[in-house]
Nanobody, 120 residues
Framework: QVQLVESGGGLVQAGGSLRLSCAAS????????MAWFRQAPGKEREFVAQ?????????SYADSVKGRFTISTDNAKNTVTLQMNSLKPEDTAVYYC????????????WGQGTQVTVSS
């Protein structure tokens, strides 16, 4: 059974940094896409970043976080990390880790979420 467990959320001032981690277990993720989504109060869940764990580590980002956030994987630890720099109050949300088999459309495995709050 796939399990995704996020950690690293918290409260930070605008301009600060946080590092989110997602510990993945239950199968081999070498042929999976891994992603971070977020959901702010009263808003729909939105895509933040994704990375392909199969070889090339292709990654992509939402325009709102490009240049500030970096997604990466640690194959030895089965962990996906989201490094968030230059945080803004509008980055405040619950951040979710997600997984899907490569070359499929739907992220069907989700973590429980971790709260990120950025104060102005």
């Amino acid at each position: 059974q796939v399990q995704l467990v996020e950690s690293g959320g918290g409260l930070v001032q605008a301009g600060g940094s946080l590092r989110l981690s997602c510990a993945a277990s239950g199968r081999t993720f070498s042929n999976y896409d891994m992603a971070w989504f977020r959901q702010a109060p009263g808003k729909e869940r939105e895509f933040v970043a994704q990375i392909n764990w199969n070889g090339g580590n292709y990654s992509s980002y939402a325009d709102s976080v490009k240049g500030r956030f970096t997604i990466s994987t640690d194959n030895a630890k089965n962990t996906v990390t989201l490094q968030m720099n230059s945080l803004k109050p509008e980055d405040t949300a619950v951040y979710y880790c997600a997984a899907r088999p490569a070359f499929t459309r739907t992220y069907n495995y989700w973590g429980q979420g971790t709260q990120v709050t950025v104060s102005s």
